[in-house]
């Protein structure tokens, strides 16, 4: 669920972030925190590949297309909804590692 003051599609400034409760109170403390969640959407983000290659394989063995760009489309707007403007470019690279480059 996104925040009353989260962006609700492009255009819109990025939210400001909610450190989650937790408090940095140093440098090296906030820097092993950003180390300890880059570390975990590394692991998402290798799940995710997983997951839709699994998906894509399915729906071919079906002959439906790997590829389904209106829900893509979406996906996207999920990511403009929360993160406002970049969420968008951050959505493509997503989607490109999941799928493959297109063209």
Known sequence: MKPPDAPTGRGAA???PDAGGAEVTDVPAGRVALDAI???VRELLLRRVA????V???RRSTGQP???Y???NLVIGR???ALGDPGADIALAILQLCR????
């Open 70 to 72: 209106a829900r893509e």
């Open 66 to 68: 790997g590829i389904q």
């Open 38 to 40: 880059d570390e975990g």
């Open 56 to 58: 894509q394989a399915l």
């Open 51 to 54: 997951v839709s290659r699994q």
């Open 79 to 81: 990511y403009v909804d």
């Open 14 to 16: 990025a939210p400001t």
């Open 100 to 103: 493959g480059r297109l063209g």
